[in-house]
């Protein structure tokens, strides 16, 4: 860091912070504003495009780096403010908030993101890690942060990005060099030839080779930074009961010394199981395990041609030698029960096992009746229930086929089938129907093997939090505030309601191509507020407005255009007001390097609800139906208004005058119940109005009841800093100016323009 020198008195100053007065920093500012705005659009964009490429699980590691080392940054920061102060230390060799912001966490949080994204998007990458050198740089040369600061955050992101990599598994795979094939040879195994195939389903790197017998063998390289199957396992180990839940196999040595245990006890029951070849040793945390690759096909490969009742009887018989021995095979699917042969002209002679490192021995009857549940589910997959059916008669018997009827469930089925059933949703059920056909004593009452749904915890958290916020802001509320409004602010919260129905009526008038009567215009915003106490957020003004509009003599397809263009329009407005405000809201020397909290949670909300929308088939579906009719007709509609200037005066000008209108009325709301001394920002308030807005636009609730209560509440103490004891009476006046009292207008004008016709 350049340092500045001064000499007074014959005795020289060292000063770092004397750099600010030669640097410009409204350049810095605007550098750093435009590199922070590019890291949250390319950061969106690369979260949305691995959701879609890559699934949901390919955004674990980078979104849980980028959280660790934002939290571990400010951790330190607040450990630093909380040992030294906030003060700087005189004589400190360290710009001012060298001690409150040593550790920027924006900065870390996106090198911990970069490092551990998706392979590919070399130019995202590549603009990624540029902005967010730009960012440090910035905040290094207008004193915001000292050399050591900028170290400091570069190892929280290295460090964070390097442990979630581990506890995750970094999917690294080891390349095969002279270790490996060094390590076969202790074992006798001479290859010839080495290619890489897919990894198995822990994510571990597997290789095909050829040796020098001719015979072919599978190689599985065990890592101890691989965790991702551990952290599956303990998922299904918390869920699912006793006999029922996995086996914790602890460090790659005891997963290898498994696989090679039930490769030999299913061979000595004599079952067509691969045999372990090797287990060896490639590095500190790192096993080898080498096994045979059959001439076999699994079902995934056979046509339907294929799958005979003699085939079907074969895979029965196979899994029949291991229950027989007391092994549980535990991960029954297309992919591991085959046959021998590869020659599609000549008949299947034995069925083939694979994928047996997560049976076990001496198994209980529990899980061989898992197996069999697996077994007759996979089989139904590709012949249908009746046959499966069928089949397992043959192999076991009607008995033990109806004691099979209680685990034909999802919860005790293998993952692979699990997932693949989601395509046929019936299948279980149509399982059970066959089966209580040829066992109508069969016991009908499902076994139970979980310990808790996913559901359920999901359901007991969302109200645990839910109750604490709630909690948390009545706590110290006196309701007899509510009452103690000043009349000054609430007399112009009451203008400011007002303001907002004209308003409305404006954007009406201003987009619809035939003129309106003011008046009754007016009425049927009143008429909308009275509707819409009774439907979802949004859709009883709609549905209101394109009544009267229809009725006005305007074509239904117009109408449409016409009340879809204000909604458009009402969201473009919406949008650039909410980031704007957002980013107004913080007021410190280094949010103004950084985005604020307030602008990145709701970078990070937008970015999750556009990704839950277009993920979900049925919720994606359901919102194309419900906006494509309003957006139709937009685009020409919208020529058409910008070619007149009074309709785009009143269609722009009152959807503008909409929003600000219901940002006063909260902010009059508030300062009705704060105390003089109490600083509001507009700004804040802005934000949070239009925050809760929008989650009021996506509850189901009428009006967005209750959300947007909880919403406000929330966002006035949280962003605006005011107490609960004001931002409670204020949230229930503002609804009450702006969604209750309507009602009572809105009843008179729905009831009048319903005898009039007009609606």
């Known amino acids: 860091?350049?340092?500045?020198?001064?000499?007074?008195?014959?005795?020289?100053?060292?000063?770092?912070?004397?750099?600010?007065?030669?640097?410009?920093?409204?350049?810095?500012?605007?550098?750093?504003?435009?590199?922070?705005?590019?890291?949250?659009?390319?950061?969106?964009?690369?979260?949305?495009?691995?959701?879609?490429?890559?699934?949901?699980?390919?955004?674990?590691?980078?979104?849980?780096?980028?959280?660790?080392?934002?939290?571990?940054?400010?951790?330190?920061?607040?450990?630093?403010?909380?040992?030294?102060?906030?003060?700087?230390?005189?004589?400190?060799?360290?710009?001012?908030?060298?001690?409150?912001?040593?550790?920027?966490?924006?900065?870390?949080?996106?090198?911990?993101?970069?490092?551990?994204?998706?392979?590919?998007?070399?130019?995202?990458?590549?603009?990624?890690?540029?902005?967010?050198?730009?960012?440090?740089?910035?905040?290094?040369?207008?004193?915001?942060?000292?050399?050591?600061?900028?170290?400091?955050?570069?190892?929280?992101?290295?460090?964070c990005a390097a442990l979630v990599r581990y506890a995750l598994g970094a999917r690294a795979p080891i390349r095969p060099d002279g270790r490996l094939h060094e390590e076969l040879r202790r074992f006798g195994l001479t290859v010839t030839g080495m290619v890489r195939a897919e990894e198995d389903e822990d994510g571990n790197p597997r290789y095909l080779a050829e040796l020098d017998d001719g015979g072919r063998a599978e190689i599985i390289v065990l890592s101890s930074e691989n965790t991702a199957g551990f952290w599956r396992r303990l998922r299904d180990l918390l869920f699912l009961r006793g006999p029922v839940a996995p086996r914790m196999l602890y460090g790659v040595r005891r997963r290898a010394e498994h696989a090679a245990l039930m490769s030999f006890s299913a061979h000595q029951a004599g079952a067509a199981v691969p045999r372990v070849l090797a287990v060896g040793e490639l590095g500190p945390g790192t096993v080898l395990l080498a096994r045979e690759l059959p001439d076999s096909r699994s079902l995934d490969e056979l046509d339907d041609e294929e799958l005979t009742d003699d085939l079907l009887d074969l895979c029965w018989r196979e899994l029949g030698l291991l229950h027989r021995r007391r092994l549980a095979h535990g991960n029954l699917d297309g992919a591991t029960?085959?046959?021998?042969?590869?020659?599609?002209?000549?008949?299947?002679?034995?069925?083939?096992?694979?994928?047996?490192?997560?049976?076990?021995?001496?198994?209980?009857?529990?899980?061989?009746?898992?197996?069999?549940?697996?077994?007759?589910?996979?089989?139904?997959?590709?012949?249908?229930?009746?046959?499966?059916?069928?089949?397992?008669?043959?192999?076991?018997?009607?008995?033990?086929?109806?004691?099979?009827?209680?685990?034909?469930?999802?919860?005790?089925?293998?993952?692979t089938l699990r997932v693949s059933l989601r395509a046929d949703r019936s299948l279980l059920g149509r399982l059970r129907e066959s089966v209580g056909g040829i066992a109508p004593e069969a016991p009908s009452e499902p076994a139970r093997l979980e310990r808790m749904r996913p559901r359920t915890i999901v359901s007991v958290i969302v109200a645990t939090a839910v109750g604490l916020i709630l909690l948390y802001q009545l706590t110290g509320v006196d309701f007899s505030t509510i009452g103690q409004a000043e009349p000054g602010w609430a007399v112009a919260a009451v203008a400011a309601s007002v303001v907002c129905t004209v308003s409305a009526a404006m954007v009406l008038i201003g987009f619809v191509p035939v003129p309106l009567p003011w008046w009754r215009t007016l009425m049927v915003q009143y008429a909308g507020s009275f509707v819409r106490i009774a439907a979802p957020a949004g859709l009883g003004s709609i549905a209101v407005n394109t009544r009267f509009v229809t009725r006005a003599g305007v074509s239904t397809s117009l109408a449409l255009s016409a009340v879809g263009l204000s909604q458009l329009v009402g969201?473009?407005?919406?949008?650039?007001?909410?980031?704007?405000?957002?980013?107004?809201?913080?007021?410190?020397?280094?949010?103004?390097?950084?985005?604020?909290?307030?602008?990145?949670?709701?970078?990070?909300?937008?970015?999750?609800?556009?990704?839950?929308?277009?993920?979900?088939?049925?919720?994606?579906?359901?919102?194309?139906?419900?906006?494509?009719?309003?957006?139709?007709?937009?685009?020409?509609?919208?020529?058409?208004?910008?070619?007149?200037?009074?309709?785009?005066?009143?269609?722009?000008?009152?959807?503008?005058?909409?929003?600000?209108?219901?940002?006063?009325?909260?902010?009059?709301?508030?300062?009705?119940?704060?105390?003089?001394?109490?600083?509001?920002?507009?700004?804040?308030?802005?934000?949070?109005?239009?925050?809760?807005?929008?989650?009021?636009?996506?509850?189901?609730?009428?009006?967005?009841?209750?959300?947007?209560?909880?919403?406000?509440?929330?966002?006035?103490?949280?962003?605006?800093?005011?107490?609960?004891?004001?931002?409670?009476?204020?949230?229930?006046?503002?609804?009450?100016?702006?969604?209750?009292?309507?009602?009572?207008?809105?009843?008179?004008?729905?009831?009048?323009?319903?005898?009039?016709e007009l609606i």
């Open 1 to 159: 860091m350049i340092i500045v020198r001064m000499v007074t008195d014959g005795v020289e100053v060292t000063d770092p912070d004397r750099l600010r007065v030669l640097l410009p920093v409204g350049p810095l500012l605007l550098v750093a504003v435009g590199a922070n705005l590019l890291l949250i659009v390319l950061l969106s964009y690369v979260v949305l495009r691995t959701l879609f490429a890559s699934g949901p699980r390919s955004l674990v590691r980078p979104l849980t780096a980028g959280i660790a080392a934002y939290t571990l940054a400010s951790l330190i920061n607040a450990a630093l403010i909380t040992l030294i102060g906030p003060e700087r230390p005189p004589n400190a060799f360290a710009p001012d908030e060298v001690f409150t912001s040593a550790a920027l966490g924006y900065v870390a949080a996106v090198l911990a993101f970069v490092r551990t994204m998706p392979p590919g998007l070399p130019r995202i990458r590549s603009i990624l890690w540029a902005g967010n050198t730009t960012v440090a740089v910035c905040a290094l040369l207008a004193g915001v942060t000292s050399l050591l600061g900028l170290l400091l955050t570069v190892l929280i992101g290295l460090t």
């Open 337 to 415: 029960v085959g046959v021998l042969g590869r020659e599609r002209a000549v008949p299947p002679q034995r069925a083939a096992l694979t994928g047996l490192d997560r049976g076990a021995v001496a198994a209980p009857q529990l899980q061989t009746a898992l197996d069999q549940a697996a077994m007759l589910t996979l089989l139904a997959m590709r012949v249908g229930a009746e046959r499966a059916v069928d089949s397992a008669v043959r192999a076991l018997g009607v008995p033990a086929t109806a004691a099979v009827l209680p685990f034909l469930q999802p919860a005790g089925l293998p993952y």
């Open 571 to 756: 969201f473009l407005v919406h949008v650039p007001l909410l980031l704007v405000c957002a980013y107004l809201t913080g007021t410190s020397y280094w949010t103004r390097f950084t985005p604020s909290p307030t602008v990145v949670v709701i970078s990070i909300a937008g970015t999750v609800a556009v990704g839950v929308v277009l993920l979900l088939p049925r919720l994606r579906h359901a919102i194309a139906a419900r906006v494509r009719p309003y957006l139709r007709g937009v685009l020409p509609r919208l020529l058409d208004t910008l070619q007149s200037p009074s309709s785009l005066v009143l269609g722009f000008g009152g959807t503008l005058l909409l929003t600000v209108a219901f940002v006063l009325c909260l902010h009059f709301s508030v300062l009705a119940f704060a105390t003089p001394e109490t600083e509001v920002s507009l700004a804040a308030v802005a934000v949070v109005f239009l925050a809760g807005n929008a989650i009021g636009s996506a509850a189901p609730t009428p009006g967005g009841l209750g959300a947007v209560e909880a919403a406000l509440i929330g966002g006035l103490t949280a962003v605006v800093g005011v107490s609960a004891a004001v931002a409670l009476p204020a949230v229930l006046l503002f609804r009450l100016l702006t969604f209750w009292l309507p009602v009572l207008p809105g009843w008179a004008a729905f009831s009048h323009l319903q005898r009039r």
